[in-house]
């Protein structure tokens, strides 16, 4: 079993109050407070959970850059006050940072039970295929 420490369970309730400032941030109709306090929490917590070292190593990768760069440019355009086109550069970054993480994540939710069969439905199974780095027409 994996051992946390005081600081990893902190982090991880930083970045959980973090996820849900920015998810209720989006459904208040982009609500700049909110988005900002939960970008603020989101990156402590991770600092928390992996480390100050490791979230610097892990963010500024040499092939990770162009993200890294659109992720905190996002937040930075999100408190200087324009909440929607900053919400759109961060995910431009996050995705472009977690790229490589997508395939071990979509091969790790087919096989839970019920979430994998909605992976294989007609317009989800392209889309999470494409996410997964596969082609499902090679033969």
């Known amino acids: 079993m994996i051992s946390i420490n005081d600081n990893q369970k902190i982090g991880i309730a930083i970045s959980g109050f973090g996820m849900l400032f920015l998810f209720l941030g ?3 109709f ?5 988005l900002a306090m939960g970008n603020i929490m989101f990156l402590c917590g991770l600092a928390l959970i992996i480390g100050l070292e490791r979230t ?3 963010f500024f990768q040499r092939q990770k850059i162009k993200g890294t760069v659109a ?3 996002g937040i930075t355009v999100v408190l200087l006050g324009f909440p929607f ?3 759109c550069i961060e995910s431009y970054g ?7 993480f997508f395939p071990v ?6 096989r839970i039970p019920v979430v994998g069969n909605l992976l294989n439905l007609p317009g989800i199974s392209h889309v999470a295929a494409k996410l997964e780095g596969q082609s499902r027409y090679n033969v």
């Open 56 to 58: 610097f190593r892990f």
């Open 94 to 100: 996050f995705f472009v940072i977690f790229s490589g």
């Open 26 to 28: 989006m459904i208040l």
């Open 105 to 110: 994540a979509v091969n790790f939710i087919r």
């Open 71 to 73: 992720f905190f440019g």
């Open 85 to 87: 086109t900053g919400m």
């Open 30 to 34: 982009f609500d700049k407070g909110l």
